[in-house]
């Protein structure tokens, strides 16, 4: 009698068990695509299914077209006022450029920096912007008021900065953030080894800060608390 009893216990508990299992097997449960992406000297980017728009090139380009204006105090009581122009050039190609010219409002004759950003998709769902150097950038001082002159120039008058590439995601609320990678751009103003580039992008404002570093990661130039905030004119 208690072998019968113990066989008709076990049984009972194979079968709940396997009434168990079943039902589990039948729980279909759609977990978000979650790609993450490191960036030094920035939190941790991270792309969930059906938040990001990587179809939205245009919005990022349309958005960082422009005049901007960036001016205060900064960090060690400096007055700043600086003026950032962008335009898109050679619109028949299949990437976006954009010529980018940036110096102080009181002297737009002698920028500061002048590049030119290619602005694609990449294989994670995000942007990259490739900066490239002007091999003659006197010749285009000012000429962001004058995108056609670009029109009979081509890859030629510029060159690719090797590491340099700031790569970017959208957000659910249409903005774009992202960085450079690493210590992969290279750089060697005021004894660094490397530079680093984190942008943030929205319809009214761009955020840039670069931060140059030596060979021990310790920082030497720019901004330690944040970048420069430029607001769209």
């Known amino acids: 009698m208690r072998i019968l009893k113990s066989t008709i216990l076990v049984s009972f508990v194979m079968?709940?068990?396997?009434i168990l299992l079943l039902a589990s097997?039948?729980?279909?449960?759609?977990?978000?695509?979650?790609?993450?992406?490191?960036?030094?000297?920035?939190?941790?980017?991270?792309?969930?299914?059906?938040?990001?728009?990587?179809?939205?090139?245009?919005?990022?380009?349309?958005?960082?077209?422009?005049t901007f204006t960036a001016a205060g105090m900064?960090?060690?009581?400096?007055?700043?006022?600086?003026?950032?122009?962008?335009?898109?050039?050679?619109?028949?190609?299949t990437d976006k450029y954009l010529y980018v010219e940036q110096g102080p409002t009181s002297s737009p004759e002698a920028p500061s920096r002048q590049r030119i950003y290619q602005v694609k998709k990449d294989n994670a769902g995000g942007f990259e912007i490739h900066v490239h150097i002007l091999n003659e950038p006197e010749a285009y001082i000012g000429k962001w008021a004058e995108p056609n002159f670009f029109a009979a120039k081509d890859e030629s008058i510029m060159a690719v900065e090797e590491g340099c590439s700031i790569y970017l995601i959208q957000h659910a609320d249409g903005s774009f953030s992202g960085?450079?990678?690493?210590?992969?751009?290279?750089?060697?103003?005021?004894?660094?080894?490397y530079l680093t580039t984190i942008m943030k992008v929205r319809?009214?404002?761009?955020?840039?800060?670069?931060?140059?570093?030596?060979?021990?990661?310790k920082q030497?130039?720019?901004?330690?608390?944040?970048?420069?905030r430029y607001v769209r004119k």
């Open 15 to 18: 079968l709940a068990i396997s």
């Open 25 to 66: 097997s039948c729980k279909t449960t759609k977990k978000p695509t979650v790609t993450r992406v490191k960036k030094e000297n920035n939190p941790e980017l991270t792309i969930f299914d059906g938040i990001t728009k990587s179809e939205d090139i245009g919005g990022l380009v349309k958005e960082l077209t422009g």
């Open 74 to 93: 900064d960090e060690d009581s400096t007055i700043y006022d600086v003026t950032l122009q962008v335009v898109p050039i050679w619109p028949t190609k």
């Open 179 to 193: 960085s450079t990678r690493m210590d992969h751009c290279k750089n060697t103003e005021q004894g660094a080894a």
């Open 203 to 217: 319809e009214e404002n761009i955020l840039i800060w670069d931060q140059g570093f030596d060979a021990d990661k």
């Open 220 to 228: 030497v130039w720019g901004l330690k608390q944040r970048g420069y």
